[in-house]
């Protein structure tokens, strides 16, 4: 079988944890690939997640590196075995994988907690708001990239929506609520959608004031994706050339620490 092309977050998660286990092991992946009967360099594809890994397979390679978090290895095996294909599929070869890679981590999230300070949440804008956002890129697209992503970002609000929501948390600064970011009649409706987002059960949305001294939060924009258990949370941050995704343990602890202080009242 080929290597994949284009690795989702979530197959590069896989594949990065099962590396990280054969290290603590203190292990060489070619070694690991003769337990298989396999090559070095398909074990480093699949711990690249450029290649798929099967249970029988995950399930050996944790016995080998003797992991005996049961817990972990269910997790790491529901992640080998997933043949989930999302709405956000749809935006294969349209959108820039990363927007597929974003939808389908929240999709799969135990639970969505977000600090914003400039805008609007993604999972509560509305069209017209989400329009006047990517409006702001430089260069400016053309309607044939800006529609798809409009879409896109109202697709995402399904996990707020669905039979089974994923609980959702998010800290927005007063800015946020008072920036134009597109026109009055629009932030008027905007700010209705917000009011609307917070009657329900699995929403919280806490606002920060202007008059708030030490805010701890201040700067401090993310989206953190609560795991299947919390050595498997992602950090989702924005950066200059798209959105980085953060679990690395030590980071995770640190922006644990950040988001518990931001929400402090």
């Known amino acids: 079988m080929a290597p994949r092309s284009q690795p989702t977050a979530r ?27 396999s090559t070095s360099a398909q074990m480093s594809q699949v711990e690249a997640g450029l290649a798929g890994v099967s249970e029988e397979r995950v399930r050996r390679l944790a016995a080998h590196y003797a992991c005996a978090d049961e817990t972990f290895v269910e997790a790491l095996v529901d992640m080998a075995t997933d043949r989930t294909q999302g709405w956000w599929e749809d935006y294969r070869g349209v ?5 597929l890679d974003v939808a389908e981590m929240e999709h799969h999230g135990a639970f969505l907690r977000e600090v914003v300070t400039s805008h609007i949440p993604g999972l509560l804008q509305t069209p ?8 702001y890129m430089v260069p400016e697209l053309p309607e044939s990239e800006l529609k798809p992503r409009i879409e896109h970002r109202m697709q995402r609000r399904s996990v707020l929506e669905r039979e089974a929501p994923v609980p959702y948390e998010t800290v ?48 401090i924009e993310m989206m953190y994706v609560g795991g299947p258990l919390p050595r498997l949370d992602t950090v989702l941050r924005d950066a200059p050339h798209g959105t980085a995704f953060i679990d690395a343990e030590s980071q995770l602890a640190r922006f644990r620490d950040l988001l518990n202080k931001s929400s402090r009242r």
């Open 11 to 37: 197959q590069v998660r896989l594949g990065a944890e099962l590396r990280r286990l054969r290290e603590a092991a203190g292990l060489k992946a070619r070694e690991m690939a003769g337990l298989l009967s």
């Open 95 to 99: 959108l820039p994988p990363v927007f």
């Open 128 to 135: 017209d708001y989400a329009r006047a956002v990517f409006g």
């Open 172 to 219: 927005v600064h007063e800015a946020a609520l008072r920036i134009l970011v597109a026109d009055r009649r629009a932030a008027r409706a905007q700010l209705l959608e917000v009011l609307g987002a917070i009657e329900r059960e699995h929403v919280t949305v806490r606002v920060i004031p202007f008059a708030r001294e030490r805010f701890a939060g201040a700067g």
